[in-house]
C-alpha cells in the first residue's frame, strides 16, 4: 500500500513535529508533502528519518521559507496543487490546512487534526487585536482574508474519510465547527527522559515559545516585585516586550538545550502554564518530572492536570492548581493557595498521572486505530 503524509509546514522541531517523528517510527515508506520545508539537517534525521518532502509552491517564493505565514491566501491553493492519485492512504497532520488536500473515492484519508484553524476561529479577534490588524485599511483586508479561509476550510470538511483529535477539547471543536466526530489519541510525550529530583529548589518555572497567546507575559507580571523567583524558559517575537516588564526576580534565560531544560524543571517547585491550549505538551512534561502544575482551568489541561482550583478541597492524588481567568491577580492566587498546599504534592503520583501519554502509547494506539479504520473503510468499497 503506498502511503502519503502531508504536513502544514516542517519549520520548527514542536509538539506536531514530534506526532510525525512517532507516525515514521510506526512506517517508515510514508512519502511526505508541506506546504514549506526549513528542516535543519538534524532535524530531518529525527523527524522524517532522514526523507526529503515535497513541497508547494510558496517555498519557491520570495521570502517563502521564512515569511510563509503572511502568504495565508495562498495556502488553499497551494495545498490542493498536490497530485496524490496514486497513493492508498493519506494521513494529514493538520493545525492550518493540511486536512483540506484532494483525494478521491478509493483512497483513504485520515486527519490527525491538532486544531481546527485557530486565527479564523477560536482566536479570530485576538489574532486580529494582537496583531494590530483590528482597524484601518490592514484590518479590513485581514478580516476579509480570514473570512474566505473559514469559507474554504468549512467546504473541506468532507475531505477526510476520518477525523482524530489530539484531546478531547479539540473533538469538542471539531464537532463545533465541522459537525463530524472524531476519535481522540493524545500526542505523545517522551516522559522518559525526565528524572525525579530528591530535592527542590526555590524557584517556579515556566517555558514556551514566546507568543502573545502562551500568555508569558501574565505569568512574569504576576511575579513582579515579588520575593519569589522565576525562571522563563523559551524564545520568540513576543521575547524582547516581555523582557522589558520582568523584575530583578525573573531570570529569563531564552532558548537553551533540553538536558538544560530538564534540569531546571525537575528541580523547581512548579510549573505555571497560562495559555489555553489544545492539548499542550509542557505540562505533560512537567509532571513527568514530578512537579505540581498550576495552569489555566481551560483546555488541554483539563485533560492532562489532575487539578484543584483554589475554592475545592485538595488532597495528595492532585497534580496541580487551576486558576480561572487569564489575569495576573487569579495566577497570584493560585500560587498563594499552591504555597499554602505545597506539602501535600506527592512527585510520584505527579509522575504517574502522564504515564499514560508516553511515546509508546501513542504509537500502539495510532498503529492499531489506523489499521481499524483502513478494515472498516475498505469493508465498505
Known amino acids: 500500500m503506498k502511503k502519503a503524509l502531508i504536513h502544514d509546514w516542517y519549520t520548527q522541531y514542536g509538539g506536531a ?33 532522514g526523507k526529503q518532502t515535497k513541497t508547494s509552491f510558496i517555498q519557491k517564493l520570495p521570502f517563502g521559507k521564512k515569511k510563509y505565514r503572511s502568504l495565508l491566501p495562498l495556502f488553499p491553493l497551494a495545498i490542493e496543487q498536490f497530485d496524490l492519485r496514486k497513493y492508498e492512504l493519506i494521513i494529514s497532520s493538520s493545525s492550518s490546512i ?54 474554504w476550510d468549512f467546504s473541506t470538511l468532507n475531505r477526510p474519510d476520518f ?63 515579588s520575593n519569589k523567583k522565576l525562571i522563563v524558559i523559551g524564545d520568540g517575537p513576543d521575547f524582547k516586550k ?35 491550549e489544545d492539548f499542550g505538551i509542557s505540562p505533560v512534561e512537567a509532571q513527568a518530572s514530578g512537579i505540581p502544575v498550576i495552569a489555566y482551568g481551560k483546555g488541554g489541561a483539563l485533560e492532562t492536570v489532575n487539578g484543584v482550583f483554589s475554592n475545592d ?10 486558576f480561572k481567568e487569564q489575569s495576573v491577580s487569579s495566577i497570584q492566587e493560585a500560587i498563594e493557595f499552591f504555597e499554602n498546599n505545597e506539602g501535600l504534592f506527592d512527585k510520584r503520583i ?18 492499531e486505530t489506523v489499521e481499524k479504520l483502513y478494515k472498516k473503510w475498505k469493508d465498505k468499497q
Open 17 to 49: 513535529e514530534r506526532c510525525i517523528e512517532s507516525l515514521t517510527n510506526v512506517w517508515d515508506d510514508f512519502d511526505h508533502f508541506t506546504l514549506v520545508d526549513n528542516l535543519t539537517d538534524e532535524q530531518r534525521q529525527i523527524v522524517l528519518k
Open 98 to 151: 493540511a486536512k483540506g488536500v484532494l483525494t478521491k473515492p478509493n483512497q483513504l484519508h485520515i486527519s490527525y487534526v491538532h486544531s481546527p484553524i485557530r486565527y479564523a476561529w477560536d482566536l479570530y479577534f485576538e489574532y486580529l487585536e494582537e496583531s494590530g490588524l483590528n482597524k484601518g485599511f490592514k484590518g479590513i483586508l485581514a478580516r476579509y482574508f480570514l473570512y474566505k479561509i473559514r469559507q
Open 163 to 225: 477525523y482524530i483529535a489530539n484531546s478531547k477539547y479539540v473533538a469538542a471543536r471539531i464537532k463545533k465547527i465541522y459537525n463530524k466526530e472524531a476519535l481522540v489519541i493524545y500526542p505523545p510525550v517522551n516522559t522518559k527522559s525526565f528524572i525525579l529530583a530528591e530535592e527542590k529548589e526555590n524557584y517556579f518555572i515556566t517555558f514556551s515559545r514566546m507568543v502573545p497567546y502562551k500568555k508569558i507575559d501574565l505569568i512574569v507580571k504576576a511575579f513582579s516585585n
Open 242 to 276: 516581555i523582557k522589558k516588564i520582568k523584575t530583578s526576580n525573573v531570570e529569563m534565560l531564552g532558548h537553551v538545550s533540553n538536558s538544560k531544560k530538564i534540569e531546571l524543571l525537575r528541580k523547581a517547585k512548579a510549573f505555571i502554564f497560562a495559555a489555553e
Open 313 to 322: 478541597n485538595i488532597s495528595n492524588k492532585h497534580t496541580g492548581v487551576f
Open 350 to 367: 505527579i509522575r504517574e498521572n502522564v504515564e499514560k501519554f508516553s511515546v509508546e502509547r501513542f504509537e500502539n494506539e495510532f498503529k
